[in-house]
């Protein structure tokens, strides 16, 4: 019953959402921005209580933690979400009937949005500031490790909100347990669309037990295709950037396929890699190329398990093909659909794989790192989406509307 009370307040904050003008938002997130970074102390003191509770080698320990570097990256975030135009009122189509009818198709906010998410407490700042630039009310449930790094930026939320007079209703966080999860999963009428982030196990328990619309942001296995004719100092960088940049995130590369005539220079493509101490698990030839030209100690055979893993950690499997056409079947095989890329110098092939590979982001020449809607120009993103309907990608302001058909009449109606 507590947890139906707390749906009804974020729905009725969400109605009042739309009465708000765009400027007193932006003043709102400008606010919030400011006021995030001298709290910045605040913030990394709650964010130390929960890395403690977590082992350092755990992929999510980086996803977790709070720097003073990124809190200013999360405040420069909000800023330029509110250089972002609103999403809400634009007319998509407008048409003219001949019984007199004006037709618009206008954009108006999703409504309620709930997130589920682990150990990401960036994702809090992300998801409001976009929902309240959209008009969307939000309900964040984070994971027990974030739990005092959540509350702690959800305090900070809700004072600039009071601050303006604004319903604080309009970003609610649940507890961090499983009632919560249950009960946000079953919230009909309240809220509109769940938007779960994390692992493929967290996501596949939203898909199997939401009662309410999902917009699924899947794993990211990451793979990039070194073609036979390949600027192989490109590929160095490239490989080393999409690999080391962030390990724990959903970009990160996790498979290198090589074309079997570039074998000769896989150990210097990959020699920047030992430097972040990289484990590589390498198929036969690979295995044979690089064996005592990387070190031993982070070379390993690849096993089956080796491939269609999302690694989260410094480590990448390497899988060689004998021909392009092997690379899109192994991409078609093992992909999820995230971001996946091409090194070549061969505009042919490069077509051929923006064409033949599906995921929501593809690239040629350039790092998967960039799969981030800060990066695309969107201010900042509340996920990133892996299916095809509604949206794909990177969802920022645009993605998390909807539109209505808005029709002005004279007295007319419909003949029998």
């Not at 309009?170 to 249950?182: N, Q, W």
């Not at 793979?223 to 970009?251: G, L, M, Q, W």
């Not at 570039?262 to 698990?281: G, H, T």
């Amino acid at each position: 019953m507590q947890y139906t009370e707390i749906f009804r307040k974020v729905a009725r904050a969400g109605r009042e959402l739309a009465s708000v003008k765009t400027e007193t938002i932006n003043e709102i997130l400008l606010e919030l921005a400011d006021e995030t970074e001298k709290r910045t102390a605040f913030l990394i003191s709650e964010n130390q209580r929960d890395l403690n509770l977590m082992d350092p080698a755990d992929p999510k320990y980086d996803r977790l933690k709070l720097t003073e570097e990124r809190i200013k990256g999360i405040a420069a975030d909000m800023r330029n979400v509110v250089q972002l135009p609103s999403p809400l009122g634009k007319i998509l189509e407008q048409r003219d009937l001949q019984n007199g009818l004006k037709l618009s198709k206008v954009t108006v906010p999703l409504g309620v949005i709930g997130v589920i998410y682990e150990a990401r407490p960036n994702v809090t700042f992300d998801v409001f500031s976009l929902c309240i630039k959209s008009g969307n009310a939000c309900i964040l449930k984070g994971g027990s490790d974030a739990q005092f790094s959540n509350q702690a930026i959800i305090s900070i939320i809700k004072k600039v909100l009071i601050f303006y007079s604004l319903n604080p209703a309009v970003a609610e966080l649940l507890p961090p347990d499983r009632e919560a999860t249950h009960a946000l999963l079953a919230a009909r009428g309240y809220v509109d669309v769940i938007i779960p982030r994390g692992s493929q196990s967290l996501i596949d328990y939203v898909v199997q037990n939401s009662k309410i619309p999902i917009i699924e942001t899947g794993a990211g296995i990451v793979h990039t295709y070194i073609d036979d004719v390949a600027d192989i100092f490109k590929a160095r960088e490239i490989i080393n950037n999409a690999k080391t940049r962030r390990v724990s995130i959903c970009n990160a590369l996790d498979c290198l396929i090589i074309h079997k005539k570039q074998l000769a220079n896989l150990p210097d493509v990959v020699s920047l890699l030992a430097k972040s101490n990289v484990i590589i698990y390498a198929d036969e030839p690979s295995l044979m190329i690089l064996t005592g030209r990387y070190p031993s100690e982070l070379l390993q055979p690849a096993t089956d398990e080796s491939y269609g893993t999302e690694f989260l950690s410094y480590k990448m499997s390497v899988k060689t093909v004998n021909d392009f056409d092997e690379a899109l079947d192994h991409i078609y095989r093992y992909s999820s659909k995230h971001s996946e890329a091409i090194i070549s110098e061969n505009a042919e092939h490069i077509e051929r794989f923006f064409n033949e590979v599906d995921a929501a982001a593809i690239y040629s020449n350039t790092s998967t790192a960039f799969t981030d809607g800060a990066q695309f120009g969107l201010g900042a993103e509340i996920g990133i989406s892996t299916q095809k309907l509604h949206a794909r990608g990177p969802m920022a302001l645009a993605e998390i509307t909807s539109y209505k058909w808005i029709i002005r009449g004279d007295g007319q109606v419909r003949p029998k």
